[in-house]
């Protein structure tokens, strides 16, 4: 079990540019969740999946965010045309799925540190 | 999302002494807590759950649910050093909806 693992740990982009993040949650996790955290705030939840399927959305998710898991693994967040509001630490967790829903257990990545310039 | 809120911080403790966090939430139907710590600049990790009313045990933590009084709390007991962190609480709704953390820094 490697954990949940994110890329790149850390990215400084230019307002406007667009830019992806990816996460590889642990191995036979059915659900990938992804969350953002700005400083002095608990993390907010953005999308999660289930296998490959994208079953909810946040309304903090504009239009400019789109989240996939293509093969029910690995999974990526695109932000384009970014704003100096979109900095903050974007977080990707993995849960089992199958323990039902009281019990099962969200495990966090390292996270992307997003700096817009 | 749901309301979760913390007892806001810092709490600054001595070591050996016991941490209390307090977590409220809004929504009566919840079924399930989380609580996770946070160092500086890294992710947070999972402490324990809880979702049954009452105290569950696990080392050097306790954590208590009130449903009724829609409260959940976090005792750290024999605080370290290396206990300072921020300490999040979660309700879980197969999303986690947190609070904004408390900060706790133990004196040596």
Sequence with gaps: DTGVSQNPRHKITKRGQNVTFR???ISEHNRLYWYR???????EFLTYFQNEAQLEKSRLL?????AERPKGSFSTLEIQRTEQGDSAMYLCASSSGLAGGVTDTQYFGPGTRLTVL | QKE?????????VPEGAIASLNCTYSDRGSQSFFWYRQ??????????FIYSNGDKEDGRFTAQLNKASQYVSLLIRDSQPSDSATYLCAVNDYKLSFGAGTTVTVRA
């Design chain 1, 23 to 25: 996460c590889d949650p």
């Design chain 1, 37 to 43: 955290q700005t400083l002095g705030q608990g993390p």
């Design chain 2, 39 to 48: 160092y500086s600049g890294k992710s947070p990790e999972l402490i324990m």
């Design chain 2, 4 to 12: 979760v809120e913390q007892n806001s911080g810092p709490l600054s």
């Design chain 1, 62 to 66: 504009s239009d400019r965010f789109s």
